[in-house]
Structures are given as structure tokens and as C-alpha cells.
């Protein structure tokens, strides 16, 4: 009978510890389950030939698919090139771990996605392998910084030689301008000259002297433009800035049957920003208006540019009568170096950027467009 106590009770002490680790490892499996729930990178577990068993939350967002569509599937499956990550597999399996940088995936869209991969051996207690863990962090947006950055760079450094031809070409300017102030001197004292040839020849070094002049204040507005300078904010009226961003404009609209028009408010319309960064964004804009009109083709192309008091902000409308904007794109353009022009016409880098500089300065850019009809881009900005 003791026997019997003893092994009763010796069943109940078992089934008591039974019953705490079954509650324990529920617990466990319930505490790796909410990290895998919460987790923003892609965490996976495969078994032992490579297919899926667990997928996370995570994971869904990154590559777009759900835990039903992977599991099963091997996850060379969802590399971009399964080929090129199969190795990447086979030395954790070799070395028990490994790690693979700028490893591509693919979303269930079609693009690409890199993550940086961390790989380890699942050991059971008898030392064997039973599967892999990966942990895998996406870094695309990262990628695409640093791809940026370059281009940025190079665009930079194409700006300083723009800048040093700006100077290169203003000296010879300067020459010919003096040579023809000089020429026309010859031409007045000049004798034996008919009235009439006396008269053409002072006006061909008028045309000379007036054309240099403009090549000079062309080159002086580009080098003005190009000019880096600490960020400095100022009073002034937008009316003014928006006259001389058309000036600077005009050799891109001689030529062409584009009209601007000017629908500014009465009174000027002043205020506290960086007349610089403004001048950028507003030559952006209308160059971009330019640019789609030109591709329109046709004699009825217009930009409207107009001023607008709004409480304690500004706003500043510019408007064309082009092709419009196909909606596919409109979610796009103010995407770093997205552009639909063609190679060599476009960076791509002009829209994102004014956005940004709109907002430094505590304002707004905005947008809207109709296929067919037009686009009108709307700059808020405060008032002094």
C-alpha cells in the first residue's frame, strides 16, 4: 500500500510539473509569437531543407505577402535571384551562421527590396540541425539615399562647372564689348563713308554692344543663381521677385508663342523669406510650365501666374494650359530624381527639392492637374 502512495503521489508531483511547463512553454510560444507579431523587420524560421515555417508581421509589410501565400515555400523563393541567395543558405548551414549584406528580395508588387540578412542554425537538444532563423532589416530606403547622395554629388559638380564657364565666358564678353564701343568710335570719325553706310555701321556696334551686354547680364544672373550663400531672410515683395524670375526666363520663351500672364493683387506683397531658395523654386516651376508647353506644341500656350493675400499667408499660383500631369505620375513627382522628360532634359531633382525648400521656409507647396487641360502649382508661404 505505501508502494502504491508513494507512486500516486510521486505521479501527481509529475503531472503537476507536467502541467507548469505545458503553461510555460504555452507561455513562451505566446511571448515569440507577439514578437513576431510586432517585429518591423522580416523574421522567418524554415526547417531543415529551407521551407517556411513562421513568417512575421513584419515580413508581410516588407516583401507584401501574407503568412498563408509563403508558408511552405522555400525561401530562396522570395530572393530575386534564388540562385544568388542559395549560397548565402548553405554557408549558415556550413558555419551554423552567417550574415548577407544588401541581399535582394522581391515584393509581391515586382520591385525590389534589399535587407541586410542575419542567419543561424536552429540546434535541437540532441545537436541536431532542424532548421534556420533569419533575421533580415530593410534597407532600401537606405540604398536609395546613398544612390542619391552620388547623383546629387555629381549634379553638384556640374553646377561648378557651369559656374566657372559662367566666368570663362564673361571675359570675352568684356572684349567684344569694348571692342565694339571702340569700333564705333572708328566708325564716327571715320571719313570718306556715305551717310548711309556711315549710319549702318553704327548700328550694327549698337547691335553688338546691346547683345554683349545681355550675354553679360545673362551669365551675371547665372552665376547669381548658381552662387552658394548661407540662407539669409529678408523683407521683400514677391511681385518684384516673380518679374525678375521671368527676366532670368526669357531666352527660353523667345521664340516660342508661350505668353505669361500676370494676375498679381494691387498692393505689393511683402514678405520675411530667403529671396534666393524663392527664386529657385519659383524658376523651377515655371521652367517646368515651360518645358510642358513646348511639348504640347500648338499657338495656345499660356502660364498664368498669379498673387493671392490670404490671412497671414501668401499665395503664389502658377499656371499652364498644357498636357496635364497622367495620374499614374501624380503620386511620383516630388520623388527624388523621378522624372518624365526625356534623358538628358530632366534630373528629377527640381520638384522634391522646392518642396522641401517651400517647407524650411514654413510654407506649402502644393499641386493639382487635369489631363488635357492643365496644371496649376500653388506656393503658401507666410507673411511678413
Known amino acids: 500500500m505505501e508502494s502504491n502512495s508513494s507512486s500516486e503521489a510521486e505521479l501527481k508531483k509529475v503531472t503537476r510539473e ?4 505545458k503553461i510555460e512553454l504555452h507561455q513562451i510560444r505566446a511571448y515569440l509569437q507577439c514578437i513576431l507579431q510586432n517585429a518591423s523587420d522580416l523574421i522567418f524560421s524554415t526547417d531543415a531543407g529551407g521551407s517556411l515555417l513562421s513568417f512575421s508581421k513584419g515580413g508581410e509589410k516588407v516583401l507584401g505577402y501574407s503568412w ?4 511552405g515555400r522555400p525561401i530562396t523563393d522570395l530572393a530575386e535571384d534564388p540562385e544568388t541567395f542559395e549560397p548565402v543558405m548553405v554557408s549558415c548551414m556550413k558555419d551554423g551562421s552567417g550574415v548577407a549584406l544588401d541581399v535582394p528580395f522581391l515584393h509581391k508588387e515586382g520591385t525590389t527590396v534589399y535587407c541586410n540578412a542575419s542567419l543561424m542554425d536552429l540546434i535541437n537538444r540532441e545537436g541536431q540541425r532542424v532548421g534556420t532563423v533569419g533575421i533580415c532589416q530593410d534597407i532600401t530606403r537606405w540604398k536609395k539615399l546613398q544612390e542619391d547622395l552620388v547623383q546629387v554629388d555629381r549634379l553638384a559638380e556640374i553646377g561648378r562647372i557651369a559656374a566657372g564657364v559662367g566666368h570663362e565666358i564673361n571675359n570675352p564678353v568684356a572684349v567684344i564689348k569694348e571692342a565694339a564701343a571702340w569700333a564705333g568710335e572708328v566708325v564716327s570719325d571715320a571719313k570718306g563713308l556715305s551717310a548711309d553706310d556711315r549710319q549702318e555701321l553704327e548700328e550694327v556696334m549698337e547691335t553688338i554692344s546691346a547683345q554683349t551686354e545681355r550675354c553679360r547680364n545673362i551669365t551675371h544672373k547665372l552665376l547669381g543663381f548658381a552662387r552658394e550663400s548661407l540662407p539669409t531672410k529678408i523683407e521683400l515683395d514677391i511681385h518684384e521677385l516673380l518679374k525678375e524670375t521671368i ?3 526669357n531666352p527660353q520663351l523667345k521664340h516660342t508663342t508661350i505668353k505669361i500672364g ?3 493683387t494691387e498692393e505689393p506683397l511683402l514678405v520675411n523669406s530667403d529671396p534666393r531658395l524663392l527664386e529657385q523654386v519659383f524658376v523651377n516651376l515655371i521652367a517646368n510650365a515651360i518645358h510642358a ?3 504640347k506644341g500648338g499657338d495656345d500656350r499660356r502660364i498664368e501666374i498669379g498673387t493671392l493675400r490670404k490671412s497671414s499667408e501668401v499665395e503664389i499660383r502658377v499656371e499652364d494650359n498644357a498636357d496635364g500631369i497622367p495620374k ?5 513627382i516630388f520623388e527624388l530624381f523621378y522624372t518624365t522628360k526625356p534623358p538628358g ?17 514654413g510654407g506649402e507647396l502644393t499641386f493639382e492637374s487635369k489631363v488635357g487641360v492643365g496644371t496649376t502649382f500653388t506656393v503658401r508661404i507666410p507673411v511678413s
Not at 328 to 332: A, N
Open 247 to 249: 527676366a532670368f526666363l
Open 328 to 332: 499614374e505620375d501624380q503620386g511620383k
Open 293 to 295: 508647353l513646348l511639348e
Open 262 to 264: 500676370l494676375a498679381f
Open 345 to 361: 532634359k530632366g534630373t528629377g531633382l527640381g520638384l522634391p527639392i522646392s518642396k522641401n525648400v517651400v517647407s524650411n521656409l
Open 18 to 21: 507536467l502541467a507548469s511547463y
Open 68 to 71: 498563408i501565400e509563403v508558408v
